[in-house]
């Protein structure tokens, strides 16, 4: 046998041990534990792998995470969305959350293994990634942001993803199996247990580990894209002015310089220069107009199967980035 008997997970206490780590209730069945642990590397029988369970998990993490983003967000440039998505439910991501749980490896697959351990058919040293996990070459014309978003995954990648009989009986890295484990078990709760209890487990495990969004800007022009978004939006051409300064004419002066719309204050930043600190103070005001958050939010997900709803409130759809 490929991987262990479905009946054998019953005796399981590594199993057993995982479903209480994870604080899942007794009523999820121990046999659809053991078997998001079979990744199809290792058996490629769909009805035994966890193929399936791990493409509806996938969908459900993007999901989820995609309407989190955007809906307390609703101001983040799609660069930053695919970055903070990868963040949160990307395949490292995934794979670090599975080490946490305490995730251990079996050698080797086959039907004496304990089921309480992630099973796949490892690289031997020195062989190369397959080519269903190889990075592809870059296309030669020019991306769009919209070719992008409607042609690349959730992450804004331009590898497909593998598919499960591309992966079959072929050797993967520790990644691929315990990234795969960690969407089936995700499919698999949702598909026992409800979309309630997966919303639960997806905040305790996954949104409530700290992103600082942030540090994921970069910008180049900060202050022409300033410049642009204030005469987008109606406001008054911004100006930059000397608030504080430091020791001039020393060695490690600091200047505090402030951006000004009228008599309204953007954002403030401090350099050694007087060009460093209005660059970053620019950066400083768009982060500001990127990153606002609206009081109250009510995303998509929580009204599925509400019969009441007048608790729905529409969320704020942006105009979206500046383009320069």
Request: proline content about 9%; some cysteine; hydrophobic content about 40%.
């Amino acid at each position: 046998m490929p991987s262990p008997h479905p009946y054998e997970a019953n005796q399981s206490i590594k199993l057993s041990a995982l479903r209480a780590r994870l604080s899942l209730p007794q009523r999820f069945p121990l046999q659809t534990l053991a078997r998001t642990l079979v990744h199809p590397s290792a058996d490629p029988d769909p009805a035994f792998n966890n193929a399936s369970l791990s493409i509806l998990g996938g969908n459900l993490l993007s999901y989820y995470t995609s309407e989190h983003l955007l809906c307390n967000y609703p101001r983040l440039p799609i660069e930053v969305v695919f970055a903070a998505t990868e963040a949160y439910v990307g395949p490292r991501a995934l794979a670090i959350v599975a080490s946490e749980w305490g995730i251990e490896a079996a050698a080797e697959p086959g039907g004496e293994v304990e089921p309480g351990l992630l099973q796949f058919k490892r690289l031997k040293p020195g062989e190369g990634i397959p080519a269903a996990l190889r990075k592809q070459v870059p296309w030669k014309w020019n991306v769009t942001q919209t070719h992008r978003i409607v042609a690349t995954d959730e992450f804004g990648s331009r590898n497909a993803p593998p598919t499960p009989q591309s992966l079959a009986n072929v050797p993967v890295p520790m990644e691929e199996a315990a990234q795969s484990f960690v969407r089936a078990l995700v499919g698999s709760l949702h598909l026992h247990l409800g979309a309630p209890l997966v919303k639960r487990f997806f905040k305790s495990h996954f949104l409530s580990r700290h992103l600082e969004i942030s540090d994921m800007f970069d910008f180049r022009t900060p202050t022409r894209d300033l410049s642009r978004l204030c005469a987008r939006e109606g406001f008054e051409a911004p100006v930059a002015r000397l608030i504080s300064e430091t020791g001039r004419l020393s060695r490690h002066p600091v200047f505090v310089v402030g951006i000004y719309s009228g008599k309204d204050k953007l954002g403030e930043g401090a350099g050694a220069s007087l060009e460093e600190a209005r660059f970053r103070a620019a950066a400083a005001s768009l982060k500001a107009w990127y990153l606002y958050r609206p009081l109250d939010v009510t995303v998509p997900s929580s009204m599925e199967g509400e019969l009441d709803t007048t608790k729905w409130k529409p969320n704020m759809i942006d105009c979206g980035e500046v383009i320069v």
